[in-house]
């Protein structure tokens, strides 16, 4: 008896030491731990927080104690009939931000995917230009596309006055009806002009890897292009497309700004600002839990539906062929009209936002309502008059943003170097690993923060920098950098196992053989060949930690600590002409350091995700 | 039937060229394979056959059709054009089962349903995949995935076949196996194979013409054997046979239908089968011994019988194959290839005389490279 | 695992246990120091404030607040006392409904949040403030006369959302609010637009349409619908009350959910055809358009009011009257200085230097007159005030109507 379980011991002490030998499951493990202590517990409190009286307002009105149990928050916000509370609150608003979200995702998956099937398949020029302009709209703040959107479609048809003229109205004279403005359509519209360059990034990373053989095939047996686009094009990509359009409706549907913003004639309350609402108020922050966990249901609801479909049989392997030979489908005389077309889409969603951007940073606007050209925005060393928002006016002499410049660059590198170098971990363990159940959940779980708003991953974490074992994070620059890098995850998590998934495990057995340590394996050897994919991976985090806001809002203790907490303090008290201005310094900075990266290593985010 | 007419086709990526005015013709019922070492532009002209590529300039007719003419802007596409083509990863459509995979092509055509079952059904017989019928390619093996891209190619009953290295992803074993029964195959369907392989075994087994390239220039387009006993050029000589035909330097004093070489230290008179083309000689001050140009003299392995002859040498290395032996012999500073038949053991190093026999020695002339004569050698 | 369950609700019965008990703790330091600060004269509070900078190097002063005059105030503490500086006196800018989270989750763990919070929302406050987490310390001596009802929770600074409208098109078309209900007929008289910022963002948009609602306010309402329709209100509809009823009609008048007072108020003018009623902050005159921060001159800033647009004597009422109180958290780490900096903002010296006599800012200590020739008192009679203890017990039921009728407003 003893004897046995001495034996017992022995031989899983063994084991034990054979599987913690190999590299790929300690990472598994490790990103085990960290990642249910990052992202599990998180949504733990979420779910006990649905279920709790949170705050003390909550528990006043209730009448009971802080952290008693109770349903009422599920109740209310799903069933109280009190001036139809639960209709007006939840199902209608989720409702139409449902069919918003439906909406952008076909915006943005139909014209990505249309742009990106161009980009790769047909013989159009400029699409180099095309390629590289068209990931703007996704560097910008997303609610800058609303910004842009109402600059250049209001007109005096709906508010009268000269500074009431948007710039469709200033160059044509056609004032569109005020529902094109604001409302469901206008929010759906700009949210998917702002993600259709993600969609576009994901779809051209299928399409490039997708070989080309399969539509050639078809061709050869006579297929027409159409036939061959929705027979065999569509479904090999769909797993891949239906991702994408998960992707773009969690982030659509938890968008808070554009339809805060665009909901100036009160038609269409989005479901995310009800969600704001509740969570920024103490008396409601439980609903609010409530909505962010049925937002997530829904997300993991289509996703799980995805994976039902798309089951192992017809799951699509890429079996190297000779698929670089891709044969461009010719569109003679019809590919400079062609290329014009989508030059002008591009140009109206990528260009023109810029322009205005520049415009409006350099217009004054006078008593008389005329405007005149001045350069105080961006280079006046006067301090703003009325109420103070800044040091000086314009942005370039601003100590305040020069530092919050510093910092947000600071943030975004660290957050890109945790996030991407994460992923790549992560990609490794599951190439390595494939089919391990651990290593299947890891990647799973990594992907998790994507679905969870932004707004409610940055109340989690404010409400975990407020717990005991904590409270040194509160406030901190070490809280940013972690909410950053683990909601920023998904994206590099996924590019680091397509990267991973493409190298044949031979590459890395070579270097076994010749008995170089792991670290100098990955160093050396994976990460050179799949550079620019992996380059990529920790791009995309970057750009998207760059413009973000609503995640950090809560957690900043300054308006003063990011660019964009900057941008929105600028925007919220009126200094339009500042905002904008900080506006395309974003843009630009980002560009900068893209088209840095891009000519260093050849990485781009248009390369991005899948490869 | 068709026959194929390929008339100054190029094909220019860019700046690189990839196929430079290839002229040829396939005549019905060919199984043509285009050989080359890879890059050569072999793929890239049978993708432009098919209609998958498109060439820079030229005419490429099938049959009575112009499928293709830069000048008058024709370019049919590839699904009108008649073919089947193979692809190397044979391209099968990951959702679809391997019914539905092989009735594409047919559901295209616009067949009744009924129609449609009895051809799948025929072809399944065909290929012996009948059980596979509701399976979906990856729940299939590399050969039998294979068999079902032959079927869905053939299905259409296509007048020409194009072939991409349709078995460099099959093991050995099967590769011969699926060889044997695409020979067949060729015989059984009455249609025009054209054929792309890097493997001139491959080459010499199938084909009824092999069409070699290199760097996109056209160098010989031949039956196999012609291909492999009168080649026209050290490219072609060296690219086709193995163990590879043996290439000794010489210089040659060139008169009428005879040549004196000397070569191997010693020198040897070459009596040709007919004129032996004029070579201008080299350079004017190069040319030191009366007038004698530098050749290269190309003799298959087959030729260099070991154990009587006049040549001495030592044996460099033996390798036996079983039905035959590849002998290597040391003489001076050449190595010298022979193959014997049968396994015989020689020891390294040992002395041997061999002798040079036949009447299939090339020619070559070293500056062009090209083949002047064909003929017989004999040591003075 | 029934067993880990047990454990593990034993420990979180253990802890809640101790927080029960901490809770009931004696006062607290920072209790004790503002005790003690009520009681030392400007002097003696200077040194102790000086002590705490000497007693902790590292130490930092954190300033939070909604509005930016405590900027100002700031940089003007600084400048009085040479052991302050830009680097441990630190002034950060909040927006309500985001700061909301921020002071709750350091409540419910005593976790620190900042030294000085400026901030507004009263049942919001007053939870905060009945939870023990904010304390009040009420300056005194000769500068300062504060109201007994603004001392506990102390008050800085109230305010008020008035009635602007478009001054560019001739003054006093706002008459009576029921013109803002369009309850007679279709148009609104004269009034082309009417513009307010979402409740939905704004936490004291949504406490004014609350007290709308409340019994408190029914006699205003009643008697300016007589004198506007000429007859008596008679319940007509579902709604509740006559407030009710106004709030449902006033959100189906409203053309325009703005997201910024600022922006509002700084093109107001611009709109030369048309005439529209914004409401929005009285003290955001400052920022409206063409007009120039004016010299001492009371006179001027009646210009500037005059050109802006408004009317003191709507029917019904002028606007909301809302505070925004100067608290202390239990868990300041500086607590002496805190006090004095509330000393300071609210002297005359450390007022002017922070509000800068725009109108619109009523300093609770009622030394600093305004100088515009508005009152406090008067806006308190004409206005709607804010009734923490009726927001508090009246918030579920009114939102889930107000939200009802915004989304009314999107089926229309």
Not at chain 1, 414 to 433: C, D, F, M, N, Q
Not at chain 2, 316 to 331: A, C, D, H, I
Not at chain 3, 226 to 251: L, M, N, R, W
Request: glycine content about 8%; hydrophobic content about 45%; overall charge neutral.
């Amino acid at each position: 008896m003893t004897n046995n379980k001495k034996f017992d011991a022995h031989l899983l002490g063994h084991k034990l030491k054979s599987y913690f030998s190999k590299p790929a499951n300690i990472i598994t493990i490790v990103f085990l731990v960290i990642l249910a202590l990052t992202v599990i517990l998180p949504l733990c409190t979420l779910l006990f927080g649905s279920f709790q009286l949170n705050t003390i307002q909550e528990a006043m009105s209730a009448g009971g104690k802080k952290g008693d149990w109770t349903i009422n928050h599920w109740a209310r916000l799903l069933t109280s009939t009190e001036y139809d509370y639960a209709i007006n609150s939840l199902w209608l608003p989720l409702g139409k931000s449902v069919l918003m979200a439906l909406l952008a995702c076909f915006i943005a998956v139909v014209l990505g995917g249309v742009v990106a099937w161009f980009i790769t398949r047909a013989d159009i020029p400029g699409k180099k230009f095309i390629s590289a302009v068209f990931v703007f709209p996704y560097i910008m703040p997303s609610w800058s596309i609303a910004i842009f959107w109402e600059n250049f479609f209001k007109n005096t048809n709906m508010t009268a006055g000269p500074r009431n003229a948007g710039l469709l109205q200033m160059i044509t004279g056609i004032c569109v009806p005020q529902s094109w403005v604001y409302g469901l359509v206008p929010c759906a519209i700009c949210l998917g002009l702002h993600y259709a360059p993600f969609a576009y990034i994901l779809i051209g990373g299928i399409l490039r890897n997708m070989d080309a053989n399969l539509e050639e095939a078809a061709t050869v047996l006579g297929a027409s292009r159409l036939k061959i686009l929705f027979r065999v094009t569509l479904p090999i990509v769909a797993p891949a497309l239906i991702s994408t359009v998960l992707l773009v409706f969690s982030s659509s549907i938890s968008s808070y700004t554009v339809p805060f913003f665009l909901n100036k004639d009160g038609k269409f309350i989005a479901l995310s600002v009800h969600l704001k609402n509740l969570f920024s108020d103490g008396r409601t922050q439980g609903q609010g839990y409530v909505m962010a966990i049925l937002l997530m249901a829904i997300s993991i609801g289509i996703l799980t539906l995805n994976n039902w479909f798309t089951g192992k049989r017809k799951s699509f392997t890429t079996v190297t062929g000779k698929s670089g030979q891709v044969s461009l489908v010719k569109f003679g005389k019809g590919r400079i009209p062609i290329a014009i077309v989508l030059l002008i889409i591009v140009g109206f969603i990528a260009i023109v936002p810029l322009f205005t951007f520049a415009m409006e940073s350099v217009l004054r606007t006078n008593a008389d309502g005329t405007r005149t050209f001045t350069m105080d925005y961006w280079f006046s060393k006067e301090v703003p008059t009325g109420s103070t928002k800044s040091d000086t006016l314009g942005i370039l002499v601003s100590g305040t943003m020069w530092k919050a410049l510093g910092r947000s660059l600071g943030l975004s590198v660290l957050v890109a170097l945790i996030a991407g170098t994460s992923g790549l971990l992560i990609g490794y363990a599951v190439a390595r690993k494939r089919g391990s159940r651990v290593a299947t959940f890891v990647s799973d779980v990594a992907f998790l923060p994507y679905l969870i708003p932004a707004m409610s991953f940055g109340a989690v974490y404010l409400s975990l920098s407020f717990t005991e074992g904590f409270t040194w994070l509160r406030g901190s620059f070490i809280l940013l950098i972690l909410v950053g890098g683990v909601k920023f995850i998904p994206f590099a998590s996924r590019t680091g196992s397509s990267a991973m998934l493409q190298l044949s495990g031979e590459i890395e057995e070579a270097a076994i053989m010749l008995n170089v340590p792991w670290w100098k394996r990955m160093g050396r050897v994976l990460f050179p060949i799949q550079k620019a994919s992996f380059i990529s991976g920790y791009l995309l985090p970057f750009i998207s930690c760059m413009r973000e806001l609503s995640l950090f809002v809560l957690l900043t203790v300054s308006h003063e600590t990011l660019l964009t907490t900057l941008l929105g303090e600028y925007s919220r008290t009126g200094l339009t002409e500042s905002a904008n201005a900080i506006n395309l310094l974003i843009i630009i900075v980002v560009l900068v350091i893209q088209f840095a990266v891009n000519k260093l290593t050849g990485a781009s985010i248009d390369k991005g995700v899948g490869g | 039937m068709p026959k194929i007419i390929l008339e100054n086709v190029t094909k220019k990526f860019d700046k690189f060229v990839a196929v430079d005015n290839l002229s040829m013709t396939i005549e019905d019922r060919d199984f043509v394979i285009l050989l080359g070492p890879s890059g050569c532009g072999k793929t890239t002209t049978l993708r432009m056959i098919a209609g998958l590529e498109t060439p820079t300039e030229g005419r490429i007719t099938i049959g009575e059709q112009v499928v293709f003419d830069s000048e008058k802007g024709i370019n049919v596409p590839p699904g009108k054009r008649d073919i089947g083509f193979l692809f190397q990863n044979y391209a099968l459509w990951p959702h679809m089962t391997v019914y539905q995979n092989i009735a594409f092509g047919l559901e295209n055509l616009k067949w009744k349903k009924d129609r449609i079952r009895e051809r799948v059904n025929e072809m399944l017989a065909l290929l012996k995949i009948e059980q596979f019928e509701k399976r979906y390619p990856s729940e299939l093996s590399g050969g039998q995935q294979q068999r079902v891209a032959i079927a869905r190619t053939l299905a259409p009953s296509p007048k020409v076949l194009f072939m991409d290295e349709p078995l460099s992803n099959l093991d050995a074993k099967l590769r011969l196996e699926m060889r044997t029964e695409l020979k067949r195959l060729h015989a059984n369907t009455d249609s025009t194979f054209v054929y792309v392989t890097h493997d001139q075994l491959e080459a010499m087994t199938l084909a009824t013409k092999v069409c070699l390239l290199d760097t996109g220039v056209l160098q010989q387009y031949d039956p196999p054997l012609v291909v492999y006993n009168k080649p026209n050029n050290l490219f072609v000589a060296d690219f086709v046979g193995n163990p590879t035909m043996n290439f000794i330097k010489g210089t040659a004093d060139i008169q009428g239908k005879t040549a004196k070489i000397s070569m191997l230290g010693t020198t040897f008179t070459f009596r040709a089968d007919g004129e032996i083309t004029p070579v201008q000689p080299a350079v004017e001050e190069n040319t030191e011994s009366d007038g004698g140009v530098d050749v290269v003299v190309g003799i298959r392995p087959e030729f260099i019988r070991v154990e009587q002859g006049k040549l001495e040498g030592k044996v460099y290395t033996t390798l036996p194959s079983g039905m035959e032996t590849t002998v290597k012999l040391e003489l001076g500073e050449e190595i010298v290839t022979s193959v014997v038949f049968g396994s015989v053991d020689y020891p390294t190093n040992s002395d041997v005389s061999f002798d040079i026999v036949g009447n299939g020695v090339v020619l070559f002339d070293a500056t062009s490279r090209n083949k002047i004569a064909m003929g017989s050698l004999t040591m003075e | 695992m029934k067993r880990l369950f047990a454990i593990l609700l034993t420990v979180a019965l253990i802890v809640s246990a101790v927080f029960v008990l901490a809770s009931c703790k004696e006062k607290s330091e920072v209790e004790l120091a503002i005790e003690a600060a009520e009681k030392m004269t400007l002097e003696e509070l200077e040194a102790a404030s000086k002590k705490e900078f000497e007693d902790n190097p590292n130490l930092v002063f954190n300033a939070d607040s909604l509005t930016s005059g405590v900027k100002k105030g700031i940089a003007a503490f600084i400048e009085k006392y040479d052991w302050l500086n830009e680097d441990n006196a630190k002034y950060n800018s909040k927006k309500g409904s985001e700061y909301q989270p921020v002071l709750n989750g350091a409540a419910e763990t005593d976790g620190y949040v900042a030294d000085f919070v400026m901030i507004q929302d009263a049942s919001f406050v007053y939870s905060l403030v009945n939870a023990g987490f904010l304390l009040s310390y009420v300056p005194s001596g000769d500068g300062y006369t504060i109201a007994k009802e603004d001392q506990d929770p102390l008050v800085g600074v109230t305010f008020n959302k008035i009635w602007y409208y478009n001054g560019v098109n001739g003054d006093g078309y706002l008459k009576n609010v029921w013109q803002l209900t369009g309850k007679d007929g279709a148009s609104l008289k004269k009034i082309d637009t009417v513009s307010y910022q979402s409740p939905l963002g704004e936490d004291i948009n949504m406490s004014f349409l609350i007290m709308l609602t409340s019994p408190e306010y029914e006699s205003k309402l009643k008697e300016s619908y007589k004198s506007y329709f000429g007859t008596d209100y008679a319940k007509t509809d579902d709604c509740k009350s006559i407030g009710y009823h106004y709030v449902e009609q006033f959100i189906k008048a409203v053309t325009t959910w703005h997201d910024s007072d600022t922006s509002e108020v700084k093109n107001m003018n611009n709109d030369a055809h048309k005439t529209g009623v914004y409401f929005a902050g009285l003290a955001k005159v400052k920022d409206y358009e063409g007009y120039k921060l004016p010299d001492d001159d009371p006179a001027n800033w009646k210009k500037v009011l005059k050109g802006s647009g408004f009317n003191y004597q709507v029917e019904g009422f002028n606007g909301f009257v809302y505070n925004m109180w100067t608290l202390i958290p239990k868990t300041a780490k500086c607590p002496y200085t805190a006090c004095l900096f509330i000393r300071y903002l609210l002297s005359e010296e450390g007022f002017a230097k922070s509000f800068e006599n725009v109108p619109g800012y009523y300093c609770s200590n009622t030394k600093c007159a305004p100088t515009d020739g508005t009152t406090l008192a008067g806006w308190k009679s004409s206005c709607l005030s804010e009734d923490p203890e009726y927001l508090a017990a009246n918030y579920d039921s009114v939102t889930a109507f107000i939200k009802q009728q915004l989304t009314a407003v999107g089926q229309k």
